[in-house]
C-alpha cells in the first residue's frame, strides 16, 4: 500500500485520435507515456480499440511492460434519462466496464449523474442517479473495484452538461450511498465551471475522495455567463473553455494539496491506494511534462518521501 498518492496521466491530447478517427493507436499512446515519470495511466473506455477484448490483455502487458499500471477508467453512465430501460441498459453498460477494468488490473471506475436534460427535475435526477449507482455496486465490490463519482463538468460527446454539475446535488448523491466500494473522484477544474468554489466542495467531500484529477482551466474569452449559453445542445465542450497547463490556471494546489493530506487522503491509512491523475497535454506532451513535473513537485512537497 502506497503511503502517499501515485500519479496517472490522462491522453486528453489524443482524445478524437483514440476515440474517433484511430490515428493514434493505444500502444503509440503508451509508448509515449512511459517516458513521462508516472506510475499509470488512466484509461477511457471509448478508445476504439478497447470495443474488441481481445485487445485487452495485450495492452495491460504493453503497460506493464514500462513498470506502470492503469489504476481508472474513466467512463461515462448516462444514468438521468427518465425511460427505465435506458437507464437499466446503463446500468449493463456500467457493469461491462467495471468488468473493463478489473481485466486491466485496475482498481477504480468512474461513473456520472448524466446530462442536465430539459425538464429534468432535481429530485428525480438525484434518485435515478443513486438508484443506478447502487445497483452497479455488488458486481464492482465482487471484482474489487471501486465506483468513483466525478464532480463532472461534461463529456466531450455529450450534448448536455454534467446532472451533478452544482456541488449541493452532487453532495447530495454521495450522501445517499453508503458503501465501501463507492467514493469521490475530485476534479477541482470543474467546480468553476458551476461558479462554485473547488475549496468549499473539497472541504465538504475530503473524506470521501479516493481519487483526483488533476487540471487547470481558464476561459479563451468571454465570461461563465457566456460559456452557459453555449454549452447546451452540442456535442462536446464549449469552444472557449479551455484546458491550459497544471500551475497556470484558477486552481490553489497548495490549498487542494492540504486539505488532501489532512483527510488522510495518500496516508496509506485507507483500504485502497489514492490517485492523482493528470487531465492536461491538450497542446501537446512538451504541456503535459510540464504538468507532470508541476504535480510530482507538489507531491513531494505535501507527501514527502520520508512520510513514505
Excluded at 484558477?250 to 492523482?276: Q, V
Amino acid at each position: 500500500m502506497a503511503n502517499r498518492p501515485l500519479l496517472a496521466v490522462f491522453p486528453k491530447l489524443y482524445m478524437q485520435q483514440l476515440c474517433r478517427d484511430g490515428s493514434v493507436s493505444m500502444a503509440q499512446w503508451v509508448d509515449e507515456a512511459s517516458s513521462l515519470p508516472v506510475d499509470g495511466l488512466e484509461w477511457y473506455a471509448g478508445f476504439l480499440e478497447m470495443a474488441d477484448e481481445e485487445n485487452w490483455s495485450a495492452i495491460r502487458e504493453r503497460v506493464e511492460d514500462y513498470d506502470l499500471r492503469i489504476p481508472m477508467l474513466c467512463c461515462s453512465p448516462d444514468f438521468t434519462h427518465p425511460d427505465p430501460d435506458f437507464r437499466a441498459a446503463q446500468v449493463k453498460q456500467q457493469k461491462a466496464w467495471i468488468r473493463m477494468i478489473a481485466k486491466l488490473g485496475g482498481q477504480y471506475c468512474r461513473v456520472l449523474s448524466g446530462q442536465n436534460r430539459p425538464h429534468l427535475a432535481r429530485e428525480e435526477g438525484v434518485r435515478y442517479t443513486a438508484e443506478c449507482i447502487q445497483a452497479c455496486l455488488p458486481y464492482a465490490s465482487d471484482k474489487g473495484v471501486t465506483l468513483i463519482l466525478e464532480n463532472h463538468y461534461k463529456d466531450d460527446f455529450w450534448s448536455h452538461p454534467e446532472f451533478a454539475q452544482p456541488m449541493d446535488i452532487f453532495c447530495d448523491i454521495v450522501e445517499r450511498i453508503d458503501h465501501p466500494h463507492f467514493g469521490v473522484n475530485y476534479d477541482p477544474s470543474n467546480t468553476y465551471l458551476a461558479g462554485e468554489d473547488p475549496l468549499e466542495l473539497l472541504r465538504r467531500v475530503a473524506s470521501r475522495v479516493v481519487t483526483m484529477h488533476a487540471s487547470d482551466r481558464y476561459l479563451a474569452e468571454g465570461t461563465l455567463e457566456d460559456l452557459r449559453r453555449e454549452e447546451t445542445g452540442a456535442e462536446g465542450y464549449a469552444k472557449r473553455l479551455r484546458h491550459g497547463e497544471i500551475g497556470k490556471g484558477l486552481n490553489d494546489y497548495d490549498a487542494i494539496f492540504s486539505l488532501l493530506r489532512e483527510a488522510g487522503f495518500g496516508s496509506g491509512e485507507r483500504p485502497f491506494e489514492n490517485w492523482i491523475s493528470i487531465e492536461d497535454g491538450v497542446d501537446g506532451m512538451d504541456q503535459l511534462a510540464r504538468s507532470v513535473d508541476f504535480v510530482r513537485a507538489k507531491i513531494d512537497e505535501y507527501w514527502p518521501q520520508e512520510m513514505a
